[in-house]
């Protein structure tokens, strides 16, 4: 039987959602996307191949919610919306790095274990 959960080991994390929700599929691309410098909605869409209008719409107000990303209106017919990475959320390209160097490193290990699982 697994020993009980010692409460303090929670001490100091924060008891709300986190800014990057582990599952959450495209947060980390649009950092990837935004890390070189600002970008239109119609720009954001070509390289996030998959993703709904609804959906990046969706994740770009979250991150902006979070401060990891700025939205910039400018006037005209039709608008200018430009979004671009909060010094919060290029603080982020840092940890993506190590975590797609993690990958790229054991990427056939991760494999060779799921092909080993499913064949049980």
Not at 22 to 45: H, M, N, V, Y
């Amino acid at each position: 039987m697994a020993e009980p959960l010692d409460p303090d080991m929670f001490t100091g994390c924060a008891p709300v959602t986190a800014p990057i929700r582990i599952g959450d599929k495209w947060t980390a691309k649009i950092i990837r996307c935004l890390q070189d410098g600002p970008r239109r909605f119609s720009e954001l869409k070509v390289p996030l191949t998959g993703i709904t209008p609804k959906v990046l719409t969706e994740s770009l107000r979250a991150m902006e919610r979070d401060g990891l990303v700025t939205r910039t209106a400018h006037p005209g017919i039709p608008p200018k919306v430009v979004y671009e990475l909060a010094p919060l959320g290029h603080s982020l390209v840092g940890p993506l790095d190590t975590m797609c160097a993690w990958s790229r490193a054991n990427l056939p290990q991760v494999l060779s274990a799921r092909e080993s699982y499913e064949s049980r």
